[in-house]
C-alpha cells in the first residue's frame, strides 16, 4: 500500500492509468490536484490544530486562558504555563473530591506543592476538633506562592465546616509574599502561619 505526504498525490493515484500517462508539467488532472490539494493539506492542519488547541494537555500558552475561562478559574498571580494546565486539568478530579481530606491534598498538589501533608488541630489541641493543619512542601518551589492564594484555593475546596492554618516542615524553606510588606524573603517557619497572619 503506497503512503503519501500530500492529498495531490493521493488524488493523481486514483487516475485511470492512460490519464497519468503524459508529461506531468502539462497533466491538467495533475495541475488541478495541485491546487485544491494545497487547500486540502492546509485544511487538514486547520483540523489538527484545533484539535490540539481544544485540549489542555497540547494547548499553547495563549489558549490556557480560554480553558480556564471555560471552568471559571483564572491564572492565578504569579502562577507558571505548566502549573496552571495541570491545576486546570485536575479541576474535575478536585471537584470530585471537595470537602474531603483528599480533595485538599489534590488542590495543593495543583498548585505546586505535592508532598503536602494535612494534619487534624485535635492532635495538638483537643479543643480545636473543626481545625486543621496544612503543611506546605513541594519537591520544587511553587511559583504560586502567595498564602492569600493558597489559602483562597484550599477554601474552596475543604470540608464546609473545618478551617485551615498553614505551616512549613522544619526542613522546608519557602519564599512567601506578604502582602503586608514590599518584598519577598525566604526563611524557615518555626511556628504556624494563621490565614496570612503571623502567629
Known amino acids: 500500500m503506497n503512503v503519501f505526504d500530500k492529498f495531490e498525490d493521493y488524488m493523481f493515484s486514483l487516475l485511470f ?3 497519468r500517462k503524459g508529461l506531468k508539467a502539462v497533466n491538467q488532472f495533475l495541475l488541478f490536484f495541485r491546487v485544491i490539494g494545497r487547500l486540502f493539506d492546509d485544511c487538514k492542519e486547520d483540523i489538527f490544530t484545533v484539535r490540539q488547541e481544544s485540549m489542555v494537555i497540547s494547548a499553547s500558552e495563549i489558549m490556557l486562558p480560554e480553558h480556564g475561562r471555560d471552568r471559571k478559574m483564572p491564572r492565578l498571580k504569579d502562577e507558571d504555563a505548566e ?4 491545576r486546570l486539568s485536575a479541576k474535575a478530579v478536585v471537584a470530585q473530591q471537595a470537602g474531603l481530606r483528599d480533595g485538599v491534598i489534590l488542590a495543593l498538589k495543583a498548585l ?21 493543619i496544612v503543611y ?5 518551589q511553587s511559583s504560586v506562592n502567595d498564602i492569600q492564594i493558597i489559602d483562597a484555593e484550599v477554601m474552596k475546596v475543604k470540608e464546609a465546616s473545618s478551617k485551615p492554618f498553614y ?6 524553606t519557602i519564599k512567601a509574599e506578604n502582602s ?3 518584598g519577598i524573603f525566604s526563611y524557615q517557619f518555626c511556628g504556624t502561619v494563621v490565614c496570612g497572619m503571623w502567629p
Not at 502549573?83 to 495541570?86: D, E, F, G, L, V
Not at 505551616?167 to 522546608?172: I, Q, W
Open 180 to 182: 503586608l510588606q514590599s
Open 136 to 140: 506546605l512542601s513541594g519537591k520544587n
Open 167 to 172: 505551616a512549613m516542615n522544619e526542613t522546608s
Open 17 to 19: 492509468t492512460p490519464l
Open 112 to 132: 505546586g506543592y505535592e508532598t503536602s501533608t494535612i494534619e487534624p488541630f485535635y492532635l495538638i489541641d483537643p479543643e480545636r476538633w473543626a481545625e486543621f
Open 83 to 86: 502549573t496552571y494546565r495541570y
